[in-house]
């Protein structure tokens, strides 16, 4: 197995990119959702994630929106941002934070299908 990674864990991401100040792109340090498949994330180091946010403004929103999932019972209340889905390299994972449950789990594919259009 390349690495312990898994489809549904929240990890603590450090951002490597290089990012202009005026972009509208999740920015900082912050945790994530793996929503790679576990075949993807045992062969490669390269690994897809939704960011979390727990920004007032987002959590405002709402849950149910059309690109976002609000999950509670893993620390502060965040909100998923699946219209933020990207790459990471397993390196940049740097602390685990829980896993996800199957409900959660379910309710992250829904609206990240939807926002994909998928």
């Known amino acids: ?42 062969n490669t180091r390269i690994i897809t994630v939704v960011p979390l946010t727990s920004s007032p403004a987002q959590l ?25 889905v990207h790459a990471v390299d397993t390196d940049d994972l740097t602390e685990y934070r829980g896993h996800l449950t199957d409900a959660d789990m379910l309710r992250l594919d829904a609206v990240l299908r939807r926002a994909l259009g998928v």
Request: charge should be negative.
């Open 1 to 42: 197995m390349f690495n312990d990674k898994r489809r549904g864990d929240i990890w603590w991401a450090q951002d490597t990119a290089h990012k202009r100040e005026d972009t509208c792109l999740i920015r900082g340090d912050r945790p994530v959702v793996i929503v790679s498949s576990d075949e993807v994330n045992c």
């Open 60 to 84: 405002a929103r709402g849950d149910g929106t059309y690109d976002q999932v609000l999950l509670t019972g893993y620390g502060a209340p965040s909100m998923a941002l699946t219209r933020q």
